[in-house]
């Protein structure tokens, strides 16, 4: 696990190969095996992880949003042991609220530490639709919280970055730690970027409503003939490598939402480098921006047209 979140530290948008167990499925098979919606009872509502290093303040958070102590708060990082979901209605919705239980500095090897850490925002991170990945905005950008955001990218979750306790006073920090997102965790630049205080409560309800739009943006579904006119324009504009020129994909189509995946043809699947992919994924952002979700190209073998 902690290899894979590593590698994925280093990997701009992640991308997976669309695996060959079932070349002859029909597209439409494909489309119709999704689940619609997310697959969930009505009632439960959204369903909103809050992830983050120890003591950037995810139990504050929820507490803030309860309006009263219910998780234990300290400035001892691993503070939260066990922790429970917290249902809030929010503009007469209801949310769910996932707080994910921290690890006290007191084992013996770092690593463990780590290892723990990623497991139990794992946990987190399966359980929810949203993620809000915690960042105290008064202290510089670590590895652990890179390694954190790169879990989220990973996840296919919805993502928004908390600044939290701008209620203290920094001047710069703000600034710098905004400049330092898209260097550290290059990964998530679709991320939307809320500030909040846990302490003060402001922000809280902006980054609500941001969960909301990116829960809605991650439905969105591109119309096939739609985005084969912006996968052609894009083609044309910028070839990919190799002078196959733009016959070396053919068309694509959107096969999933929530994340929001596409699958596209080509005649040498090997031969798109990772940056063409990245072209193509910037290209659907322009038109689609997708916001807050991260989205998948699969590329799969075909002959012709
Ligand atoms: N000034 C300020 N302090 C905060 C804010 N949010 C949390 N804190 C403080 O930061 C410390 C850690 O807060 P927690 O909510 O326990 O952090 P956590 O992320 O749940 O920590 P673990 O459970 O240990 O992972 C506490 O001393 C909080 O009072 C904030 O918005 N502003
Ligand atoms: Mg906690």
Sequence with gaps: VREHARDAVHDEEHEVRFPDRAPDLLDDEIVNALPSGNGKPEEEGLKIGIIGKPNVGKSSLVNAYLGREQMIVSEIP?????????????????IILVDTAGLKRRARV?????YYSVLRT?????????????????????NQDARVASLAAESGKGVVLLLNKTDKD???????????????????KFAPIVSTSAETRRGIGRA????????????????????????EAALIRNAPPAGRGKNQIFYGTQTGVAPPTFLFFAKEPEAVPPFYRKYLMRVIRETYPYEGTPIFIHIRKRDHR
């Design 110 to 114: 770092t690593e463990d530490i780590d």
């Design 78 to 94: 691993g503070t939260t042991r066990d922790a429970v979901d917290s249902r809030i209605m929010w503009r007469k919705e209801p």
């Design 122 to 142: 794992n946990k987190t991170i399966d359980r929810s639709d949203i993620l809000f990945l915690m960042l105290d905005a008064s202290e510089p950008i670590t």
């Design 170 to 188: 920094l001047p710069d920090q703000l600034e710098k730690i905004r400049e330092e997102i898209p260097h550290r965790m290059p990964f998530l």
């Design 208 to 231: 609500l409503d941001v969960a909301r739009e990116v829960e809605t943006a991650r439905h969105e579904k591109i119309p096939t003939s739609k985005l084969n006119d912006i996968i």
